[in-house]
């Protein structure tokens, strides 16, 4: 895990432990003894579960049990979120993105040579100042970066963004749309779906 990643963990759980420490002075606030509960979610919960966490305390304890363990994406959602602030993108489809590439997992190497958290190819990272694509935060931001580039090229429509994203923006341009690549299909319609777009 790098340091930023380790630092955003640290940071999401000060403040949802302020959260839970505002509680128990407003009236039916949190009892001390409930204190003892974890104060975030657990890697493994979902990134809406962690945003509610962040909101509201006692969701934290509901969503360290509410998804399946091992997917890595509460680790990475204040990532995320900042990453998708930064490039104007939608949170929910870029956590989606990840999720598609590499289940939250920074160290996931393609059979044709993609990696990390993105899956951004050699090339694309290069192009994009990606010196490491398996450190989290360089692997967001060039993913978000060509997200964002992909979004642009094609008039702000995240179908068209998504395929590119996986098929590449000529195959993009030479369909006029998403490829009729069985594959690109499914990636698209996954992310949109799960990010109810």
Not at 8 to 15: S, T
Not at 37 to 64: C, I, K, N
């Amino acid at each position: 895990m790098s340091a930023i990643a380790a630092i955003d963990g640290r940071v999401a759980e000060l403040q949802a432990l302020a959260g839970r420490l505002a509680a128990v002075a407003a009236p039916g606030g949190t009892p001390l003894a409930d204190l003892s509960a974890p104060a975030v979610a657990e890697p493994g919960s979902d990134f809406a579960a962690v945003l509610r966490a962040a909101q509201d305390p006692t969701a934290a304890a509901d969503a360290a049990t509410a998804a399946p363990a091992g997917t890595g994406e509460a680790t990475y959602a204040p990532l995320i979120a900042r990453t998708a602030q930064r490039y104007g993108l939608d949170v929910r489809v870029l956590t989606e993105l990840v999720r598609q590439e590499s289940g939250f997992d920074p160290t996931a190497t393609s059979a044709a040579g993609a990696q990390g958290l993105c899956q951004l190819m050699p090339g694309t990272a290069a192009s994009l100042g990606v010196t490491d694509p398996t450190d989290p935060a360089q692997s967001l931001d060039g993913g978000a970066r060509y997200l964002r580039q992909q979004l642009d090229r094609f008039g702000g429509d995240y179908a068209k963004a998504l395929a590119a994203y996986n098929a590449g923006p000529g195959a993009v341009e030479r369909h006029g749309g998403i490829p009729p690549y069985a594959e690109t299909q499914h990636y698209v319609s996954t992310i949109l779906a799960k990010a109810g777009r």
